[in-house]
């Protein structure tokens, strides 16, 4: 089956967006045993778009165009498909409804710049967007079916997901079945992970598809095997992989590291709370992303100096003299005080040197001292990250919540992250 993709929009052309839609249709298509024929990018330009609609769904056997669903006058595809198939735009009855839902669940009245996005070909029926306000719609012309889709990453993968997906199936009378499973990691690199199977694992067997994809902070491996037959394949090789790889998985499927740390202190109906320095709120922010984080979590502290240490946390004056702020010492005690002050089960405090300025010999760029635990029981440790002050502050953050995760699981918190990177340095 030959699946082509059209993405549209003068932003992805002039580089002020970049393309991250073709490459999540490309990995969901996986599922199904299929990769895409050609990938074609346009701006937003009506003739350019109507010629290459035409041009590629005369030898694709299913073409996805991505982009131009809005309500603005660049937005082009519903017209660009009107006169590549010769089809009249019309108000198209389904899709009004379901703008005139999404709009009354905001308290939002709809614009003609609205109503633009229910003006679709005839002879299309729509594709439902949960997300967005513009549906998606599909039609089949010259033995092509023609699926057009949002360019808003968010909105696109549940209808991937839920709905292009099947309709491919659907459409190209696919039988076989994929099996994938699906682990998330976090604290290894890719390459650490495709040296450790090269090395364990000479004998991994081809019909076993293993994939990375970087979702920072974290890594996906997927693996994929085709045919009921090979599900007892594909699961002896994902527990060996998973047994293989423990200290670093922290769940299957779609897991967030901030999820999973939500969920491990729900059930232990445990309140964290965090005293931060150089990450300045983003492991407070982290948890609080997520849904329901009001159960695990009241109060926060963003202490980035030495005087807000000692008045909101209590920190010691002779503490801060002696060790400095990036210290074992002045971090036991910022969680310590943390407790103290919110009233909370568990505490994460973190302090260190995010650069680009301000290391020392002693006490270089790159050094972040991390303290987590319950008052009795606070741990400690120290990291080296040299790396660029946004990169440190985002890795350090991931540490951070995966130490406490791990604290409230009972699992081992002595974990080597990305010792494959220290190794290559040696």
Known sequence: MKISLLLTGNELMSGDTVDSNSAYIAQSL??????PYIKKVVGDDLDLLVSSIKELS????????NGGLGPTVDDM??????????????????????????????????TESN????????????????????????CEYDDCLIMC???????????VENYLLPLIREF?????????????????????????????????????????RV?????????TTVGDESLDLNKLWADKFYALFSDYVIGRDDLRLTQALNQALAHKEWVLTTAESCTGGLVAAGVTSEAGSSLVFEAGYVTYSNRQKQSMLGVDEGILEQHGAVSEATVLAMASGALHASGADIALAISGIAGP?????????????????????LKARRFFLPMGRAGFQRTATAIAMDLVRREVLGLPTNVDYFSELKKKRV
């Not at 899709?95 to 709009?103: P, R, T």
């Not at 079945?177 to 390459?191: M, W």
């Not at 300025?357 to 029981?377: C, F, I, N, R, Y």
Request: with cysteine.
């Open 115 to 138: 109503l633009k996005q229910v003006d679709l070909p005839e002879i299309c029926e729509i594709i439902d967007n949960p997300v967005g306000s513009a549906v998606g719609f599909r």
């Open 357 to 377: 300025s301000g290391g020392t010999p002693e006490k270089p760029v790159g050094l972040v001292w991390m303290a987590w635990g319950k008052a009795e029981q």
């Open 172 to 212: 190209g009378a696919i039988d076989a079945t994929s099996h994938i499973t699906r682990l998330r990691l976090f604290g290894i690199t890719e390459s650490g992970l495709q040296d450790s199977v090269n090395e364990k694992f000479p004998d991994w067997p081809a019909d076993v598809e293993l994939g990375f």
């Open 58 to 65: 005369a030898i694709s056997d299913v073409l996805i165009v």
């Open 77 to 110: 595809t519903a017209l660009a498909v009107s006169k590549a198939l010769d089809s009249p735009l019309v108000r198209n009855a389904d899709a009004y409804l379901k703008l005139d839902e999404w709009a009354t669940r905001r308290g939002f009245v709809m």
């Open 149 to 159: 889709t949002p360019g808003v990453p968010s909105e696109l993968k549940p209808m």
């Open 30 to 35: 996986k599922d199904l045993s299929l990769v």
């Open 215 to 223: 979702q920072l902070p974290l890594i996906e491996v997927k693996f």
